[in-house]
């Protein structure tokens, strides 16, 4: 594909208020001169510290952290809301990348989101490099925390762009914006995340001891030692979930997800009801009004043969003929017990419960109907204090498991596959003798299935809420070439990525593109695409706004 060259330059405009910086006495207040806004140290500390908040935001409180979920087929949501009902319809259909889309904003949120702390980053690298020190007789270490922590936020946003555009910008402390910036594919940045990781891992280990205060994670007692061990389970997750389908998940060095895995540790930061804060973890955890499990998701489990006929020959009339219903399970994961088919006597599950009603809209399409609502995350969602599970250890259990299974080690992979299907589910053990099977079978909880259809089923249930991407990086890593629906991937014409968002392909004069949709299926989920004639520099600019928790009622969905 002809390489594409476009000028960017970034120019970091930042909000200081909420951080308690100096005021700043500019005429114009959105672009305060970068020198003067950083030339004390308490300032760049701040700017630092806001980082990885601008990352969560653009992760955890961003629009397509709503479609990225539907997608993924593990909550199913017909609410107009952020694009979910356009975006995770059926048939699946194009996406529409033009800023003129009324939730183009949804689908800006994560690029922007990246590129602000990236841009954040780069420029409080860029001031202690210049020679503002942090050190002080009491905190001889905060510059080699500041840059350490810095440069983990890099190679975390490079990794989120790879893992959801099809190519990005690869930007560290050492680019020069008075030189032309390449897009690269979305293979190139995650290996360029990746290696700015590894470095952070390094130097987190050679500096073990020194503290990360609480604000700047929102988790107590925390070291740069614990740094390294969520950054191991970070590398194991990207390393395993950049991958666009089943050839490419193949291929991924599964020793090294491995090794890392075995060093992660979970990752959970601490709301605050406010700007540290989750629109998934909360609405999809206490609200029966916005999203309910889907069946796809749920469905692997039962045992009474009406989700095999909902599923039917997923032809156009079986999917717009699909509706609620009861199955019948023995994951105590869905239901706590009581009687098979009667909701009020089904008891709640430990991550879900049977409500009784479907709610969603019919005439949206009842194939979004579900009856069971997912309350995984109401412990965080009661109180809104509490740990905001991005990560938790059942996904790296389970990518060891997925690893002993590439390797056909029967006896290791029932190991970790049982930690959760027994030790949370209660369901019967899996065992060498099930057979492993294949890569591509469809996700089962039941005793019958392979080990791969086992595993596969408990990797949907346990990255379920947690991070919004985890069910939607796993299908698709589990997609056949060309977009078919086997072994429990993307439903055909899912877009495999997003496209650079079309606000931004106009600033820098690109052509429009975008993924999915009916007519697009069997093609390669690349476009081809090409600078506009003439040139054209413009001055980028990211004003960091945080965002502030909204409680959004039943009244706002639409």
Known sequence: MKKIKNKL???????????????????????????????????????????????????????NSWFI???????????????????????????????????????????????????????????????????????????????????????????????????????????????????????????????????????????????????????????????AKVTHSMVARYKAGVARNAAERSAVDWASVRSNAGQGVPFAPVGDTQYW???????????????????????????????????????????QGRSEIFIVTDDKRIVGGGASEDSLAQTPGKYMFNTGYAFLVPSRGTYHRSYYLINKTTEYATIEVAPMKDLVQQELDLLIAESYLRASDAANAVTYI?????????????????????????????????????????????????????NYTDRRGWTGTIGNDYGGGLLPGTPIHFPIPGKELAVLLMDSYTFGGQDNIGQSGTASHKLSNGKVFRNRGFFIEFKKRT??????LY
Not at 35 to 55: K, M, N
Not at 551 to 556: L, T, Y
Request: proline content about 3%.
């Open 418 to 470: 049982n930690k959760s299907r027994v030790g949370i589910g209660e369901l019967t053990a899996a065992a060498v003798a099930d057979g492993i099977g294949s890569d591509t079978d469809a996700p089962s909880a039941l005793d019958a299935a392979s080990l791969w259809a086992k595993y596969k089923y408990e990797k949907l249930m346990e990255g379920n809420l947690t991070n919004p991407w985890l």
């Open 277 to 319: 804060w989750s629109y998934t973890h909360y609405y999809g955890g206490i609200q029966p009004y916005w999203t309910r499990a889907d069946y796809r998701f749920i469905g692997p489990s039962d045992q009474s043969g009406r989700f095999q006929t909902w599923l039917g020959d997923n032809s156009a009339a079986t999917v």
């Open 9 to 63: 330059t970034i120019t970091l405009l930042v909000s200081l208020t909420w951080f308690g910086c100096a005021d700043l006495d500019v005429s114009n207040t959105n672009a305060p001169d970068q020198a003067r806004a950083l030339a004390q140290p308490a300032d760049v500390e701040s700017l630092i510290r806001s980082t990885f908040l601008v990352f969560w935001q653009g992760t955890h409180l961003a629009g």
């Open 69 to 227: 979920g539907t997608l993924g087929d593990g909550m199913s949501c017909s609410w107009g809301n952020w694009g979910m009902r356009e975006i995770s319809s059926e048939p699946r259909a194009a996406h529409d990348n033009s800023p003129a889309w009324g939730y183009a904003g949804a689908a800006e949120d994560l690029w922007y989101g990246m590129y602000a702390a990236i841009s954040s980053a780069k420029d409080g690298l860029a001031a202690i490099s210049s020679g503002v020190t942090l050190n002080t007789e009491a905190d001889p270490k905060a510059d080699e925390r500041a840059k350490i922590f810095a440069k983990w936020v890099l190679g975390m946003s490079h990794a989120m762009v790879a893992i959801h555009h099809d190519k990005g910008f690869i930007i560290d402390e050492s680019t020069d914006f008075s030189q032309t910036q390449e897009l690269v594919d979305y293979n190139a940045v995650m290996a360029a995340a990746i290696t700015m990781l590894e470095g952070v891992i390094a130097d987190c280990n050679a500096n073990a001891a020194v503290s990360v205060p609480e604000d700047w994670l929102h988790i107590a007692g925390f070291t740069l030692a614990d740094l």
């Open 551 to 556: 409680q959004m009622n039943r009244a706002d």
